[in-house]
């Protein structure tokens, strides 16, 4: 039964209520507490009418953002119901603005097993063979997403949703990558597109990137554990982190990054052997109009990552989310808290932060304010970033 069914068998349960009432008081008879079954019938009610609430505001931003890509498709000269992987890959690969020009790799060679990424996609190391360049540079990171052809078209592994995400996270990745100043070179590049072969078929377009042997910081973070004398690459890996969120949401078309934890931050060495931090993973990305943010209908986000006020369908992704989220990042790196185990379910996050061997003051009270009940009431990134320094 949907929402609005539901609803409204409720609504006639509470006249018929009414009615039952009516009558028992007419033949003065105290069989049951009608008052009290009425009160009960009038919250179930109340609380179906905010469902109702709740499903036309999804249903209207699902309109308001099919209508943004069927936009962004009619501007690349394709319909929607024309979205098959060949037309993916055009929309990829040709230079024909506002398409995307992405470099197509035609002979990629997997290295190892794939690494899971999440429910829809998982990653392999891969090499271009047809590159000269010396071994260590040939390799890259081909992000495969899954897909189903025999479910419905609002499985999130349905074949039409499945191409939409496709060119959903390379717009947007790529989006993030057109702008300038610091903070840009936190943003895994974006290296281009891999027709992953399909029996029969044209092929599955795949995002090209380059491969991390430190892997991700959740793995790094780990597996360097006790090696350092103090935190202090920790801490520089953590503000590398702020500085890309602050180039995202000081974008002209701001970017939210809707889905930031450890696991999709790389981290790569530079031609000294110093480590960076880089943000991928933009399949959750949103633009936002000004601070205001731009309301999802799924919130995709990893749970436990999730702002309170994003935690319901129909509710709004902002730059402050983002922030609320690094509060987390932060305790990882930093203090290799284990978000899973500490904050084992979505209300014990929203208490007071748990003890942590330690933790400082500074970073008490810079997590504290991340994690403020109220959105704007957070710092942004530039204001985490300075007091991450101090």
């Known amino acids: 039964m949907s929402s609005q069914e539901a609803y409204r068998a409720l609504t006639a349960c509470e006249a018929a209520f009414k009615e039952t009432q009516k009558f028992i008081i007419r033949q003065n008879r105290d069989v049951i507490d009608i008052g009290r079954m009425m009160r009960l019938v009038s919250f179930v009610t109340e609380e179906l009418r905010k469902v109702e609430a709740e499903q036309l505001a999804e249903d209207e931003e699902r309109q308001r953002r099919d209508s943004l890509e069927r936009t962004f498709l009619d501007k690349c000269g394709v319909q929607v119901d024309e979205l098959d992987y060949q037309k993916v890959f055009e929309v990829l690969t040709s230079e024909d603005?506002?398409?995307?020009?992405?470099?197509?790799?035609?002979?990629?060679?997997?290295?190892?097993?794939?690494?899971?990424?999440?429910?829809?996609?998982?990653?392999?190391?891969m090499m271009d063979c047809d590159s000269t360049s010396a071994p260590s540079s040939k390799l890259l990171s081909a992000k495969i997403f899954t897909v189903n052809e025999h479910v419905a078209p609002d499985h999130p592994k349905s074949p039409v949703r499945h191409r939409k995400r496709i060119l959903r996270e390379a717009k947007y990745w790529h989006m993030a990558l057109q702008g300038n100043g610091r903070g840009k070179d936190r943003i895994a590049p974006l290296e281009g597109v891999y027709l992953c072969p399909v029996s029969n078929k044209f092929g599955v377009p795949s995002l090209v990137s380059l491969w991390r042997d430190d892997g991700n910081l959740y793995q790094y973070v780990r597996a360097t554990w006790g090696k350092q004398s103090d935190d202090s690459e920790r801490r520089r890996l953590a503000a590398e982190v702020l500085e890309g969120l602050a180039y995202l949401h000081e974008l002209e078309v701001q970017i939210v990054h809707g889905d930031l934890k450890s696991e999709n931050v790389l981290v790569y060495r530079d031609q000294n052997n110093v480590t960076h931090a880089q943000l991928?993973?933009?399949?959750?990305?949103?633009?936002?109009?000004?601070?205001?943010?731009?309301?999802?209908?799924?919130?995709?986000?990893?749970?436990?990552?999730?702002?309170?006020?994003?935690?319901?369908p129909g509710s709004t992704l902002t730059v402050w989310s983002d922030m609320f989220a690094y509060g987390y990042v932060l305790l990882e790196i930093i203090y290799k808290v284990n978000v899973q185990t500490t904050f084992h379910d979505v209300d014990s996050k929203f208490k007071n932060l748990p003890k942590i061997p330690g933790i400082s003051k500074d970073d008490v009270a810079l997590v504290t304010r991340l994690w403020c009940d109220i959105p704007q009431g957070r710092p942004n990134a530039l204001t985490a970033l300075s007091l991450l320094q101090c």
């Open 280 to 312: 991928i993973d933009f399949g959750s990305a949103r633009r936002t109009e000004g601070h205001t943010g731009l309301t999802s209908t799924t919130n995709p986000t990893t749970e436990l990552f999730q702002a309170p006020e994003i935690v319901y």
């Open 97 to 125: 603005s506002p398409k995307l020009g992405l470099k197509h790799y035609k002979n990629l060679k997997q290295c190892n097993a794939p690494n899971g990424v999440g429910g829809n996609a998982f990653v392999c190391k």
